[in-house]
């Protein structure tokens, strides 16, 4: 049984090394063409989220290299909604929201996995949304680093549920090339394949969030749990 992956992003250039890429649709332009990738974050994320073969990734694609909208988001979260899209990974957050955007993913019946951010802060006091919200099909993920150290970058916080390796990630890049990644961006897809795993073992997608934070693993360096990836996902 394949899981699908609602990818909240700016589309996926058809790699050679992809695999399992369906159908979604381009907010930008308002058609169903996701292949062109001007930031190439898309497709960074999508090598890693092709690890495992069981994975149907669903480009959404609501960004590009000079333009986004919030609103957009909103509608790629919809649209996971309305096509039973049980996970979405979602590797932005934004220090503003609209009523569209909140009650979008109020309404989502599956679970989100988000990054912390970048801007080495504490989220409590400096919000950024959809970390701050209270919702319980969120999962907040943030960077460490490859000795279990919180990366200098990576956003923290009481409202972070887990903390994965985000430093110096090798994956597909635009043009059939690849590239090494940092950011909280990158930590969030190896949640997204445990969420997967987890919901192919016939799990209800309410109780995926606390099943992967309870078996995280303690720290004494870290106040957040860190993902237990081989746990889940066997390569």
């Known amino acids: ?46 090598g890693i989220l092709s690890l495992l073969p069981y994975v149907e990734i669903i480009p959404l694609k609501t960004v590009t290299k000079s333009k986004y909208n919030i609103d957009n988001f909103a509608k790629a979260i ?26 979008s993913i109020k309404n989502y019946d599956g679970i989100i996995i988000c990054s912390a951010g970048n801007n080495s802060s504490d989220i409590d006091k400096n919000k950024l949304y959809p970390p701050y919200f209270r919702f319980k099909n969120i999962i907040v993920v943030n960077s460490i680093d490859s000795e279990n150290n919180l ?24 043009h059939n090339r690849y590239k090494v990644c940092s950011g909280t ?10 969420a997967a795993a987890v919901l192919r073992e016939n799990t209800e997608t309410g109780e995926i969030r606390k099943i992967l934070i309870d078996s995280g693993i ?4 870290l106040k957040t749990p860190i993902l237990n990836f081989k746990k ?3 390569l």
């Open 185 to 194: 961006s990158f930590s969030v897809p190896f949640v997204t394949l445990c």
């Open 232 to 234: 889940f996902v066997k």
């Open 1 to 46: 049984m394949n899981i699908k992956i609602g990818l909240i992003d700016s589309g996926v250039y058809p790699h050679k090394d992809l695999r399992n890429i369906g159908s979604g649709y381009n907010y930008i332009d308002n058609n169903e063409f996701t292949q062109l990738d001007s930031t190439g974050h898309g497709t960074n994320i999508a």
């Open 151 to 174: 990366s200098s970058f990576s956003n923290y916080g009481k409202k972070i549920h887990l903390s994965y390796y985000g430093e110096n990630i090798k994956t597909t890049d635009i």
């Open 78 to 103: 919809e649209f996971c909604r309305e096509n039973e899209i049980k996970i979405i990974n979602f590797s932005y957050s934004f220090k503003f929201f609209t009523d569209k955007f909140f009650n």
């Open 218 to 221: 303690k720290n004494d360096k």
